[in-house]
């Protein structure tokens, strides 16, 4: 059984030992240091040496002061597999055993500095009632970059048998994060991804499961999408109404007809369809239309008619028209007036050279340089007839 033990502690040993030092060197601070030189500086606790060691303000009874800190900003948010502290051990072990007994460890992904910033914070272990070891390693699976130990002194608590409660010190001489340097990775050589749709890459650091999924996802590993019209955060958000297509992560894409807006809940305002992505007729009355479809409601403006008043009446090409009409009468009147000009022409040009003969009488014709001829009507016959009247005797109207 004890070989059992033993070989179990060595491969827990060798595990952490393969995961990477996060907090060597890195900044670290402490709520009220001892003295200013530096052999008592917070920064002598992550130095890799267990020789120097932190020295904080004594706190307790005999102190103004009442709760200490000491931090390291680890520079990222990392995941943390384990945490190693040593205490002083250069004296008597009962009498810094009785100082730090009763403090805490805490994670934070944030800067903090306040009592309630702190308890607020993640709590890897909180010591007590027992005394504690001056070494310890405490398992701590979480994401973070602040590791923070704390402890209190208040005057009204009264403390487990062993607790010292006056002039009491914080002395730390080194204190080890391990875990993931490479973010989103995970096992004991930090080879693994995580899985894709874990929250910022983060995942235990041992068996990968997500911390927390991206929005619309479920499940450890975060690989089962949001059920139909429900999407974000835990898919504890429910689509639209007026939604036409809902995306499981970030919900309404595009909006029926009609509708606009992160959540399709705004109608369209001189604009219509899907999104409103149509802006309504330019000759629309007012420029108002129905936001489903983009028919005018009131009406169109002068000159324009149609569904979507779109269509212009043709006036200028009614007028071009009745010009047309004048223009193709006069074509015509003087086709014809050529014709009968060209009619006479000819039969006049007959008559002259004795090719064209009418019965009855003739009119005269003269001769010319183009004519051979010109001829004067001859009466055959006079149409006259003498009438027998007796004569009338004119009285004289000459006044004598």
Known sequence: MVTFYCVLSLAGLFLAESYDDLSYMKVATQMHTYHPNPQYAARNAVDGNTKTCSNAQQIGLGSPWKDVWWKVDLGGVYSIY??????KTHGDDMVEKSQVAGFSLYVSETNVSSTKEIKCSNLCYKDGPQLPPLIMTKTCMVQGRYVIVYNERFGKVIYPAGYKNDTVYLRICEVTVRGCEKRGMYGSNCEIPCPSNCRDSSCHIQNGTCIQCKPGWLGMYCDTACNRNYYGENCSLSCPLNCKTCRHTDGCSTCKAGWMGSNCTSACLNSYGENCRYSCGLHCTNQTCDRFNGSCLIGCSDGFYGK?????RLLINQDMSSSSLIVSGLSISIVINVTFFVCGFIM????????VTFSGSLVACWKRPVYEDTCVKNDEGSTYQELDLPEIAYQNTTEN
């Open 82 to 87: 384990n945490i190693t502290l040593q205490f």
């Open 348 to 355: 006049c040009r007959g008559v002259i050279t004795k090719r």
């Open 308 to 312: 979507s008043c779109d269509k212009e």
